[in-house]
């Protein structure tokens, strides 16, 4: 469980999106035209930190930090403590989401 509000976490990414655009040389205008976003979209986010995933990741692929998102939200692998651990994993069946 997190401790940050998802809106905390809109306004964190705003920030280092701006803090990337700046130490890149880029004026808004710039990266607006750059990335395909609207400048509107780019300065509310900015200001406000609401914008489509989409256009966030446009952003991200000229300011940098694309591949890192990626990443980070990559699953994670199980660790095994034992070969019965291994056995069992390996005869599971898929894994659905449950239903309601």
Not at 32 to 57: H, N, W
Not at 60 to 67: A, D, N, P
Request: charged share 30%; aromatic share 4%.
């Amino acid at each position: 469980m997190s401790l940050i509000s998802p809106s905390k976490a809109l306004g964190k990414l705003a920030e280092n999106v701006r803090s990337r655009r700046l130490n890149a040389g880029l004026t808004q205008q710039d990266l607006a035209e750059r990335s395909g976003v609207a400048l509107p979209t780019l300065r509310k986010f900015e200001q406000k930190g609401v914008i489509s995933l989409e256009s966030f990741l446009r952003l991200l692929m000229v300011v940098g930090g694309l591949e890192e998102v990626i990443e980070a939200i990559r699953p994670v692998k199980p660790t095994f403590t034992s070969i019965d651990e291994v056995l069992k994993q390996e005869t599971s069946t898929r894994k659905r989401g449950r239903h309601k």
